[in-house]
Nanobody, 121 residues
């Protein structure tokens, strides 16, 4: 059984930065793509960023390109999301997710419990 545990999010002012981390267990971490999703109140969950098993492929949603960076440490079974230049519209619950395969194009099938990120204006 895969388990994902996200770090605590937080409250940050617009223009600020925050780093989320996610610890994975129960699956051979280095064999799977990982991703981050988010869900704002009243909206559907949306893709934010993904990273292939090797880290060579890192697609981003258009609304975070140039501001967010996803990375992973396979030795530590960790995936990270560095968020810079945060905007109030980035306020959401952020979820870590495990891919169905090594590749970011094959979708995701397990999500963490989520962590709240609030950006004040």
């Amino acid at each position: 059984q895969v388990q994902l545990v996200e770090s605590e999010g937080g409250l940050v002012q617009a223009g600020g930065s925050l780093r989320l981390s996610c610890a994975a267990s129960g699956r051979t971490f280095s064999s799977y793509a990982m991703g981050w999703f988010r869900q704002a109140p009243g909206k559907e969950r949306e893709f934010v960023a993904g990273i292939s098993w090797s880290g060579s492929s890192t697609p981003y949603a258009d609304f975070v390109k140039g501001r967010f960076t996803i990375s992973r440490d396979n030795a530590k079974n960790m995936v990270y999301l560095q968020m810079n230049s945060l905007k109030p519209e980035d306020t959401a619950v952020y979820y870590c997710a495990v891919g169905r395969s090594r590749y970011v194009t094959m979708g995701y099938d397990v999500w963490g419990q989520g962590t709240q990120v609030t950006v004040s204006s």
